[in-house]
């Protein structure tokens, strides 16, 4: 039977946080932006252990209770570790296969430099809305996109952030998307009163977002011009450049449309993309497997780091790849960070944090300021978008309840908080994964990705103004 305990003093529950942000400030330092092949998981570890120490020694928290805690956070993520796997295979097959350099090849000399962030906004926008994954948007058109870009002259940062900020406006506003019918659950509102909900905040935000993105692209910042020619001759002489490759983004569309879980789309769509390669690319193949079988080749290309030479440097670098293998450094962190947001709630420490937060609720603005802030400490902390949406939506149910307001004025702000600043979090699985699979740092693309900084505020501000919020006569208890 499970004993009622107290939780931790706030002084100490945040003892593991500071912990953890020491050590990930150190490993930045010493490592750079190699802090993600150990420096960071073992950042994480140490704050776990800090966590667990502190607990056992303190407050006679028993090892099972950590441990049990620990085993269904990972297996709640188990579908995101797979997922990942899957990203790995698609980013090499779509690479190999042609796709990816067909997309280049065309989009370089249809885009324009100066309204190409914009377009990057809208287009991620739309595929994330369609697929109602960001994750998925973001391993497929916006590697292409993040080609495009490179050869455009186009700042790497800049671009990630247009790529993020659609695909995250896509991922939140999509009833397809896992964060929306989990925020939307957790906090008993239904699912298309949510959605309809958020319009209020995110419509401003994303024209907000456009806004600065088209400024930005008439104003220049895109950076040095390139030479689009040389990447037009590399490609064509390294690939078979043809349209029929396309023909898998256009199948992978037609099951996101089917609502195919995006597991299975990304599975299935690295499987084409293989058969493509076979048929159109067998002498890349060659090379890969060192002139050996085209079986080997394509193996390579799923699990492995692939390499073609071009013969331009610049080019060989945009579309070298890292397989499934790519990918483990990535799920080794997760791991790592979901130990020691384990940690943080069997502890009671995160509760005992979030409880101070609560404390300082005395009107409408401080309500969901206090909520926006606490969905993304708990990103911070836990590691995990899923576990903030949760936790925020059952620490201020009562709260939102009790002062007479709607669960979708909860269920909005847990997204504009917990939701889209999980990407922005560099030891966050959010963040972690769009690094890797961008090859661009968190804290590269953090300053441009404007709706997911802007979110938070406007949710705030809407507060302040009180726009479409209803306020019932607060319940007595």
Known sequence: MKQTRLNPHPLIAVIPVVVLIVFLAIVITLFGSDSLSGGSQMALLMGTAVCVAISMGIYRVPWRTFEEQMKATIGEVSVTLLILLCVGMLSGSWMISGIVPTLIYYGVQIMSPQFFLVSTCVICALVSLLSGSSWTT???????????????GISEAWTAGAIVSGAYFGDKMSPLS???????????????????????????????????????????????????????????????????????????????????????????????AGLVALVLQPHVLCEIAGNASLTRGLAMTYYGPTAVDTGDASLNELISTGGMAGMLNTIWLILCAMCFGAAMVASGMIESLTQVIVRWVRNRVSLVTSTVGTGIFLNIATGDQFISIVLTADVYKEVYG????????????CEDSATVTSVLIPWNTCGMTQATVLGVPTLTY????????????????????????????PSLS
């Not at 906090?187 to 930005?216: C, K, N, Q, S, W």
């Not at 020619?229 to 898998?248: A, E, K, M, N, P």
């Not at 441009?448 to 919020?469: D, R, T």
Request: hydrophobic share 50%.
């Open 402 to 413: 009790a002062q007479g307001y709607e669960s979708r004025l909860l269920s909005r702000t």
């Open 178 to 272: 896992d964060t929306t019918i989990l925020a939307s659950s957790s906090t008993g509102t239904d699912l298309f009163e949510h959605i309809r909900y958020m319009m209020f905040t995110t419509i401003p935000t994303f024209l907000i977002t456009l806004v600065i993105f088209f400024v930005a692209g008439i104003g220049g910042s895109g950076g040095v011009k390139v030479d689009v020619q040389q990447y037009i001759d590399g490609l064509s002489r390294t690939f078979h450049i043809s349209l029929w490759t396309l023909l898998v983004p256009v199948l992978t569309g037609m099951l996101i449309a089917r609502r195919v879980s995006s597991l299975i789309v990304l599975f299935v769509s690295s499987l084409m």
């Open 138 to 152: 973001i391993a497929t058109i916006g590697v292409a996109l993040l080609g495009i870009g490179h050869a455009l």
């Open 446 to 473: 953090l300053p441009y990705c404007f709706f997911n900084l802007l979110s938070p505020l406007m949710s705030i501000l809407m507060a302040a103004i009180g726009w479409k919020i209803v306020r019932k006569q």
